[in-house]
Nanobody, 117 residues
Framework: QVQLVESGGGLVQPGGSLRLSCAAS????????MGWYRQAPGKQRELVAH???????NYADSVKGRFTISRDNGKNTVYLQMNSLKPEDTAVYFC???????????WGQGTQVTVSS
């Protein structure tokens, strides 16, 4: 079965950093566009960043310059390095895997990130 398992979330002070990881199994990882989304209570899920199989990246305007998405195909893992965190970044962060070739779209269970003093 396909699994995307996020880790690395937690409580951090404003201005701090966290690194999220998403380990994938059951897919040919290198062929998928990987992404991070987030959802705060009462709000819609929004794209944070994604990275293609060719390592091209895209970021939401709200996180540009602060967050970095990367992938390690040898470990079947995608990362989100989050720096200069703000209270507005507080949300559940979800890992996403998309393949246009096989019309596949998978989601992880999410990991909580809380930015607070």
């Amino acid at each position: 079965q396909v699994q995307l398992v996020e880790s690395g979330g937690g409580l951090v002070q404003p201005g701090g950093s966290l690194r999220l990881s998403c380990a994938a199994s059951g897919i040919i990882f290198s062929r998928y566009r990987m992404g991070w989304y987030r959802q705060a209570p009462g709000k819609q899920r929004e794209l944070v960043a994604h990275i293609t199989s060719g390592t091209s990246t895209n970021y939401a305007d709200s996180v540009k310059g602060r967050f970095t998405i990367s992938r390690d195909n040898g470990k079947n893992t995608v990362y989100l390095q989050m720096n200069s965190l703000k209270p507005e970044d507080t949300a559940v962060y979800f890992c996403n895997a998309v393949s246009v070739a096989v019309s596949a779209n998978y989601w992880g269970q999410g990991t909580q990130v809380t930015v607070s003093s």
